[in-house]
């Protein structure tokens, strides 16, 4: 069990610190403080809670093979990231607080990141597909709700610690920044790269 765990742990480290949607997406609310870096994440945990549910009671695989409803999913998602995209382009992200007594010059709801946060893990139903592939490797077929409990938890705290760090490393960054122009190019820049993670989830 050791063995599998570290071996999980390892894929499931290098996948998460790998830049994507959710990591821009946590960069960008790192402008608007902590807090609403922790709802995003709790944003982004929901949406592992889903599509880890969906693989254990077996509605993954009847959602992957029914092309025209996963193709939906997919483009529905797609247009999502580049709504967001745009928003964050358009938008920007405000003064960032220069510490915990500064305010910051756009306010941004806790809901607000939370929702954001849980619509763009679940943007990509492809990451429906990486939990299919990944979780029967390491769940025995005798201990199958132990393991994908167990497992669940395990990616879940590995998505929470990379995404906290890249969100305090960002809010580092913005505070050192202040109002600087360079903050609007930094926003001009997740902006772009959660659109061109549009348009990969949109090709498949």
């Given amino acids: ?33 902590f807090r609403n870096t922790l709802a995003g994440v709790m944003g982004l945990l929901t949406s592992n809670v889903i599509w880890i549910s969906l693989v ?3 509605l993954g695989l009847v959602l ?7 193709d939906t999913l997919r483009y529905l998602g797609a247009a999502y990231l580049v709504y967001l995209g745009y928003k964050i382009i358009r938008y920007g992200i405000g003064q960032p607080k220069a510490n915990e007594n500064t305010q910051v010059g756009q306010y941004k709801s806790m809901w607000s990141s939370y929702r ?17 592939a990944l ?21 879940m705290t590995c998505l929470a610690v990379v995404m906290i760090s890249y969100g305090l490393i960002g809010r580092r960054l ?3 920044m202040g109002q600087s122009p360079k903050t609007n190019i930094i926003s001009q820049v997740l902006g772009s790269g959660i659109i061109i993670a549009a348009v990969a989830v949109a090709r498949g």
């Fill in 1 to 33: 069990m050791l063995e599998s765990t570290l071996q999980f742990l390892a894929i499931t480290l290098f996948l998460e610190v790998t830049p994507g949607p959710a990591v821009l997406f946590i960069l960008y609310q790192s402008a608007f403080g």
């Fill in 56 to 58: 254990a009671t077996g």
């Fill in 64 to 70: 992957t093979q029914n092309p025209v409803l996963f």
């Fill in 116 to 132: 954001q946060g849980m619509l763009t893990s679940l943007s990509n139903p492809k990451a429906l597909l990486f939990f299919m």
């Fill in 135 to 155: 979780f029967p490797q390491f769940t025995r077929p005798d201990y199958f709700a132990h393991d994908i409990v167990y497992f669940g938890l395990l990616k």
């Fill in 174 to 176: 913005f505070n050192y």
